[in-house]
């Protein structure tokens, strides 16, 4: 059974502890670097690491908005021109900013609540309250990764990978521009996801990171992933 989930619940408690762990790597591995290294290149594109780190800060406050009944973000321009405007802080402001961001973070979310009650996210998005902090968890992991400073996907905690596909895989199950596909990792996990009218499923097998690589757009983004010959079918973007 999934570490995170309680008889067939979320765990948001665990989850929440799991955000503060994660976090704590993340400031341990950026404390490293230097002011210049904050402005060079993440590996999104047009983002600098000081980008990263910025969203970061600015996500977890939105995720409080949520977390306490307001709108995520006031607009999409005003969450752009918040990260722009702090992308060029120095390291230690980053840092500062990225802790207390997260510590108010977990400060909402101790408060008394219905973690079954549902929620919007951006875009209209819904979910239940209870994976708000797996979806914070995400930002942490794959942003870590995204500054490109030696975390790798290969280096994301075992749970984590398997809860990331899953959550991906549902995202494109259903979706009528994603085939239907089984994804088989090295370690004996499986997921189904796209299409349900197609007859015949496509295996992608591979390592649990290639898998979540290529589902998030990271990494070799599916080169190294084994479809028996037939080409790997483009994702939808995220």
């Known amino acids: ?5 309680v008889d067939g ?5 665990r989850d929440l502890a799991s955000v503060r762990e994660a976090t704590e790597r993340l400031l341990a591995a950026t404390g490293k670097l230097d002011n210049a290294a904050v402005t060079e290149p993440s590996r999104l594109p047009g983002w600098t690491r000081g980008h990263v780190l910025a969203h970061l800060a600015r996500n977890a406050d939105a995720l409080v908005n949520v977390l306490e009944g307001r709108p995520m973000y006031v607009s999409a ?9 702090d992308a060029p802080r120095p390291l230690d402001v ?10 108010r ?3 909402a979310a101790d408060a008394p609540a219905d973690w079954s009650r549902t929620l919007t996210l951006r875009n209209g998005v819904t979910d239940a309250a209870a994976r708000l ?4 968890l995400i930002e942490i992991e794959l942003h870590h990764v995204d500054l490109g400073i030696g975390y790798e996907l290969e280096d994301l905690p075992w749970e984590f990978t398997g809860r990331e596909i899953e959550f ?6 259903g979706h009528p521009d994603v085939p239907s596909l089984i994804l088989a990792a090295a370690d004996g996990r499986q997921w189904r996801t796209g299409r349900t009218t197609d007859t015949t499923p ?13 589902l998030a757009g990271r990494g070799d983004k599916g080169a190294g992933l084994d479809t028996g010959g037939a080409p790997l079918p483009p994702l939808p973007p995220l």
Do not use: N
């Open 202 to 214: 496509l295996t992608v097998s591979g390592s649990a990171a290639g898998l979540l690589g290529w």
């Open 77 to 85: 321009e005003a969450r752009d021109a918040d990260i722009e405007r």
């Open 168 to 173: 991906l895989t549902e995202r494109f199950s």
């Open 1 to 5: 059974m999934d570490g995170a989930i």
């Open 105 to 107: 973070f977990q400060r």
């Open 9 to 13: 619940m979320i765990d948001h408690v």
């Open 133 to 136: 902090p797996f979806r914070r």
């Open 94 to 103: 980053q840092l500062a900013d990225v802790r207390d961001s997260d510590a």
